[in-house]
């Protein structure tokens, strides 16, 4: 889910978090206050992710930068979904690394 919308770093963050908050939604069932925490966690990825992408650090810093902010993510949305639908979410994000392997 994550790796899909990447692609599309033209947007504004904000743009980004409601399509990827859309796309949690869908697979999760948001309540209503679950969206909006989302939505906030993931405005703030994606503002730090383009942020590193901007500074011009070596690829070894920023992808160590990045990975930071991909686990924040994921602690505070593991705080923000229950116990099942954290466990999908998580299933999702792995079907995703293995089609990015292939």
Known sequence: MQNSVAQEKKQRPEEIAK???HDL???VDL???QQGEIFKVFVDA???MSAISSQGQN???SQKTKSAVLENTNTRIKAILNPEQ????LK???KEKDKVKK
Not at 86 to 89: F, G
């Open 86 to 89: 954290y466990a999908i979410y």
């Open 19 to 21: 399509i990827k908050t």
């Open 31 to 33: 309540t209503g206050e």
């Open 59 to 61: 690829i070894q810093a």
């Open 25 to 27: 939604h869908q697979l």
């Open 46 to 48: 994606e503002s730090n």
């Open 92 to 94: 999702s994000l792995e």
